[in-house]
């Protein structure tokens, strides 16, 4: 059972950044597609950025120039940095994990608040 552990999220100014992690339980990370997702009160989940397992990326046209995802293979963890951060950035933040032929793998969710 793969098991996703996102950490990072909290308060920040706008303008301000933050990094989100997503760790990942065994050496699997880097065999498989991953992204993050977010969701904000009364919206739907919409894909923020998504990272392949041959490295390609794709981006939401809010965050692009803005958020980069990335990966660490030795450590099983991927990242969101996220700068210049405006308030409707404010959402859930769920990482997930699409190994082919298999189910989506999710993490808990961390919040992210833009505020002043």
């Known amino acids: 059972q793969v098991q996703l552990v996102e950490s990072g999220g909290g308060l920040v100014q706008p303008g301000g950044s933050l990094r989100l992690s997503c760790a990942a339980s065994g050496s699997i990370l880097r065999f498989y597609s991953m992204g993050w997702y977010r969701q904000a009160p009364g919206k739907q989940r919409e894909l923020v950025a998504q990272?392949?397992?041959?490295?390609?990326?794709n981006y939401a046209d809010s965050v692009k120039g803005r958020f980069t995802i990335s990966r660490d293979n030795a450590k099983n963890t991927g990242y969101l940095q996220m700068n210049s951060l405006k308030p409707e950035d404010t959402a859930v933040y769920y990482c997930?994990?699409?190994?082919?032929?298999?189910?989506?793998?999710w993490g808990q969710g961390t919040q992210v608040t833009v505020s002043s």
């Open positions: 990272l392949s397992s041959s490295d390609t990326t």
């Open positions: 997930y994990l699409d190994p082919p032929g298999s189910q989506i793998y």
